[in-house]
């Protein structure tokens, strides 16, 4: 099977390099009322989609949808919808 180039990493710390936005089937939006600004998704996402603050912004470019924020948040401020649902 042919991968396309960005499912290949080639060496670590080149995530910034692939945007992995297009593998996103759900997408986690943040109630910006609920966020504490405590920083845990941004500590457990496995790319650079999470922008630290109160609230946290997320770069779609990089967010593959995974949902582990959405699990690791402590107050449920992050929800996983469906792509094209908001
Ligand atoms: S884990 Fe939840 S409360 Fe903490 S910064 Fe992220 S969205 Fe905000
Ligand atoms: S769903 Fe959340 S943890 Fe996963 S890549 Fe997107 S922002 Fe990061």
Do not use: F, H
């Amino acid at each position: 099977m042919k991968l396309p180039p960005s499912t290949i990493i080639l060496k670590p710390g080149n995530s910034e390099q692939n945007e992995t936005g297009s593998w996103r089937s759900l997408k986690p939006v943040v109630d910006a009322e609920k966020c504490n600004g405590c920083g845990l998704c941004w500590l457990y996402c496995p790319e650079p989609a999470i922008t630290k603050g109160k609230p946290v912004v997320i770069d779609y470019r990089y967010c593959k949808g995974c949902g582990i924020c959405a699990n690791e948040c402590p107050v449920k401020a992050i929800v996983m919808v469906e792509e094209g649902q908001k």
